[in-house]
């Protein structure tokens, strides 16, 4: 069965501090991968994908995600925090080919950045 | 990108009563999904909205109860009919490009309480 997997709950950093959402995956086909974060009473705001290409992706708000192949790894990083980035971040995974363009949604990390 | 808008934002229903939410994109967009959250959790799929036709349903969701009308690419409808207090919950709009970018939109949601 394909499958998403945000191990962490939740995540506490100090501000400053690097950061790191763990996500794994399970899909047959090769996957395309995503990361989306939800601020409090908001939708879903697009972070970054990998498609193809480089294992390094890097997104909006000075986040990246390195995919891991041999590992089933999607994890999101960031070099330094910043106490707006307490959030709730969302990994998902389509499988490829998948006509129905649906994505596999993790469970979700709250993500806390400690001033 | 596509900005995705979503009315009403939120609404206090009576059991028993129906809502409709409107999905307005920005621009045309090839698929459309309808979700539902609970505050601080993952998203579940209620169905894909599909122009001119009868939406898809995930296991768990009928059209009895969640009818969904698409009728440009622009344009959705979901209604919540016959609600009681397990409804209540974040509803999501989402809207994606089968060519191009692949990543999903969404919409700011539609938070539903049935008292």
């Known amino acids: 069965a394909q499958s998403v997997a945000q191990p962490e709950d939740q995540v506490n950093v100090a501000e400053g501090n690097p950061l790191t959402v763990k996500c794994t995956y399970s899909v047959s086909g090769n996957p395309y991968l995503f990361w989306y974060v939800q601020y409090p009473n908001r939708g879903l705001q697009f972070l970054l994908k990998y498609i193809t290409g480089d294992n390094l992706v890097k997104g909006s708000y000075g986040f990246e995600a390195e995919f891991n192949k041999s590992q089933t790894s999607f994890h999101l990083k960031k070099p330094s925090a910043l106490v707006s980035d307490s959030a709730l971040y969302f990994c998902?995974?389509?499988?490829?080919?998948?006509?129905?363009?649906?994505?596999?949604w993790g469970a979700g990390t709250k993500l806390i950045i400690k001033p | 990108s596509a900005v995705i808008s979503q009315k009403p934002s939120r609404d206090i229903c009576q059991r028993g009563t129906s809502l409709t939410i409107q999905c307005q994109v920005d621009?045309?967009?090839?698929?459309m999904f309808w979700y539902r959250q609970q505050p601080g959790q993952s998203l579940t799929l209620i169905a894909t909205?599909?122009?001119?036709?009868?939406?898809?349903?995930e296991s768990g969701f009928v059209i009895d109860k969640f009818p969904i009308s698409r009728p440009n690419l622009t344009f959705s409808t979901l209604t919540v009919s016959n609600m009681s207090p397990e409804d209540s919950s974040i509803y999501l709009c989402s809207g994606a490009r089968v060519a191009g970018s692949n990543e999903q939109f969404f919409g700011p949601g539609t938070r539903l309480t049935v008292l």
């Open positions: 909205a599909n122009q001119g036709s009868e939406a898809t349903y």
């Open positions: 998902a995974v389509r499988s490829t080919p998948d006509s129905n363009y649906q994505l596999i």
């Open positions: 621009s045309q967009v090839t698929m």
